[in-house]
């Protein structure tokens, strides 16, 4: 299920459906950083095979973006 639109609309379904049972699409280093940032390390994202490591290492805390990195 793809999920788009305000954050109302996905915190609906979160709450409904349940985090663990959700994937959101995270096209690029800044949409999957902001999951992260705002959902936790946990959070199921749907990114291309090339962006794994980092994904990976952004959850682990050992990669950031420019703009994780100026909180």
């Known amino acids: 299920m793809l999920i788009r ?3 109302m609309c996905r915190q609906k379904f979160i709450n ?3 985090m663990d049972k ?3 699409e995270a ?3 800044d949409v999957f950083a ?9 959070v199921n994202l749907f990114v291309d095979h ?3 490591v980092q994904l990976e290492c952004l ?3 050992i990669w ?3 703009k994780s990195e100026a909180r």
Not at 34 to 42: C, E, F, T, V
């Open 16 to 18: 409904e459906i349940g």
């Open 22 to 24: 959700l994937m959101f």
């Open 5 to 7: 639109g305000a954050p």
């Open 50 to 52: 090339s962006q794994i």
């Open 34 to 42: 902001w999951y992260i940032k705002n959902y936790g390390a946990d």
């Open 59 to 61: 959850r682990a805390g």
């Open 27 to 29: 096209a690029n280093p």
């Open 64 to 66: 950031g973006t420019k």
